[in-house]
């Protein structure tokens, strides 16, 4: 696909499918990171909890979300080459625009079960800066929010699936079932799967794949009926003036270990101290 082609499909669909984006070497580093701390998934209690290990948390908003090792960039080495990975980061630095800069807005890992779901959220009628979609047919973007996922496993109808709708990070109208009382909300956890959504489409991929998309997109996941666990590793590109969403404070092993580029994309605005 030419970069024309490209561009013209994320603008259009605000999202897009890099195929075989993901080594094998780095998928095996991955699935065994997960595999070595399964017995965190295993007994995972059925309400929100947070526990640590070491820099990464271990995090949930329900029982229908599976687990999220947040932070997981301090979790391994293999985490820390995906922060400006070739596949998928000179595309954020594009449409984020180089002029904002780039920043990792969020990053974790998931891991969902037979039952296991994400409900429906964002849409182009939600008033959120990380949800902004500009393009000045100039070459000029301006996108407040990318996120890339990454299945380490194939994700396949039954598997749990992401599923957007495609288009809808330009639509104005409120998706139905985010509308309560004429209002458009950002998100509704009515412990519905968003598969069962209005125009949503899922997203089948293979292990390796990644879905490249906006956050703007109306989205969630369906429900995983299938026997077996949904792998996927979540990283948000934002401006580099947005925050990271839970404020992790990163540690200073990693900080040393990064390279520059590295450091610059999760650190993007240096601290500064008294006499500095």
């Known amino acids: ?38 017995a965190y998934i295993e007994n995972r209690p059925d309400e929100p909890s947070k526990q640590w290990l070491g820099h990464v948390e271990l ?53 969902r079960g037979p039952g296991g779901f994400l409900y429906i959220h964002c849409g182009g009628h939600t008033p959120l800066c990380y949800l902004t979609f500009r393009n000045h047919n100039t070459g000029e973007w301006m996108v407040g929010q990318i996120n890339v996922l990454m299945a380490l496993q194939d994700v396949g109808p039954g598997d749990g699936p992401t599923v957007l709708v495609p288009g809808s990070h330009k639509s104005t109208e409120i998706h139905p079932r985010l509308e309560v009382d004429g209002k458009g909300l950002i998100a509704i956890d009515d412990h519905q799967a968003a598969g069962t959504a209005m125009g949503m489409q899922e997203m089948v991929l293979n292990a390796g794949d990644v879905l490249f998309f906006t956050d703007a997109l109306t989205h969630g996941s369906a429900e995983r009926t299938n026997p077996g666990h949904r792998r996927v590793a979540i990283y948000r590109y934002s401006p580099r003036f947005i925050r990271t969403r839970f404020n992790y404070e990163w540690s200073e092993g990693l900080l040393g270990r990064l390279t520059a580029q590295r450091r610059g994309v999760i ?9 500095m």
């Open 1 to 38: 696909m030419t970069e024309k082609e490209m561009d013209y499909l994320f603008d259009l669909q605000g999202y897009l499918i890099l195929r075989n984006a993901i080594r094998q070497e780095e998928l095996a580093e991955m699935n065994q990171w997960v595999d070595d701390h399964w």
């Open 267 to 275: 650190e993007p605005i240096p601290r500064k101290r008294a006499g």
């Open 59 to 111: 995090h949930s908003y329900g029982a229908d979300d599976g687990v999220n090792f947040q932070n997981i960039i301090e979790g391994a080495p293999v985490f820390e080459r995906l922060i400006d990975h070739p596949a998928w980061f000179p595309l954020a630095q594009k449409y984020i625009n180089p002029a904002n800069g780039i920043s990792i807005h969020e990053n974790f890992l998931n891991v």
